[in-house]
């Protein structure tokens, strides 16, 4: 499984993007796609994650009511769009899978098998 993220940048507080992450590869019905990102000298952390089946998601607290995730079963592609974007959402932002992820555990990185390479999202105040 390969997944490849893109959509970071610059852009203005209250300013909004869109991240894509495109998997490629053997992908399962069960797996679960994660997004989590990780700001300097901070650890990773989890934004937001999607089931492939079903589309089930959850959130962080940190990011309900401004990013919102999404999928293209037939592009293979997941999709986080950020709005509202503030300062502290300024990090790293890598797209993750896993299998057999229950609903509770969307949240833990070592839940996920497979990283995609990040992509840079500075929000400038």
């Known amino acids: 499984v390969q997944l490849q993220a893109s959509g970071g940048g610059l852009v203005q507080a209250g300013g909004s993007l869109r991240l894509s992450c495109a998997a490629s590869g053997r992908t399962f019905t069960s797996s679960t796609m994660g997004w989590f990102r990780q700001a300097p000298g901070k650890e990773r952390e989890f934004v937001a994650a999607?089931?492939?089946?079903?589309?089930?998601?959850s959130y962080a607290d940190s990011v309900k009511g401004r990013f919102r995730v999404s999928k293209d079963t037939a592009k293979n592609m997941v999709y986080l769009q950020m709005d509202s974007l503030k300062s502290e959402d300024t990090a790293v932002y890598y797209c993750?899978?896993?299998?057999?992820?229950?609903?509770?555990?969307?949240?833990?990185?070592?839940?996920?098998?497979?990283w995609g390479q990040g992509t840079q999202v500075t929000v400038s105040s």
């Open positions: 993750a899978t896993g299998s057999g992820i229950i609903p509770s555990a969307r949240d833990d990185l070592h839940q996920y098998d497979y």
């Open positions: 999607i089931r492939w089946s079903g589309g089930s998601t």
